[in-house]
Nanobody, 116 residues
């Protein structure tokens, strides 16, 4: 009944930018933290960025200084602005959220390909 849907992925040249969005729908009591993860081919899923309900943010070293996470609590939406993209950023990006009832939710992912 709860669904997270990512959008905004695609093909971009090195040095370019993309803005990912993730919107939740369904029977969510109250979204708490939200974040982004990614999984590159042949590698395990890694954490990228997180944002608390109050707006505090944190970033993995991989995206620090290049990525910005933000959220709109009224819309249950989280964003990831990615600048200065590198080929090593190529991955499926997944949205994650947890609610105040202790449930954890994942999106199906959106593919980001950074290539010339």
């Amino acid at each position: 009944q709860v669904e997270l849907v990512e959008s905004g992925g695609g093909l971009v040249q090195p040095g370019g930018s993309l803005r990912l969005s993730c919107t939740s729908s369904g029977s969510i009591f109250s979204i708490n933290g939200m974040g982004w993860y990614r999984q590159a081919p042949g590698k395990k899923r890694e954490w990228v960025a997180a944002i608390t309900r109050g707006g505090n943010t944190n970033y993995a070293d991989s995206g620090k200084g290049r990525f910005t996470i933000s959220r709109d609590n009224a819309l249950n939406t989280v964003y990831l602005q990615m600048n200065s993209l590198k080929p090593e950023d190529t991955a499926v990006y997944y949205c994650n959220a947890d609610d105040l009832m202790g449930m954890d939710y994942w999106g199906k992912g959106t593919l980001v390909t950074v290539s010339s």
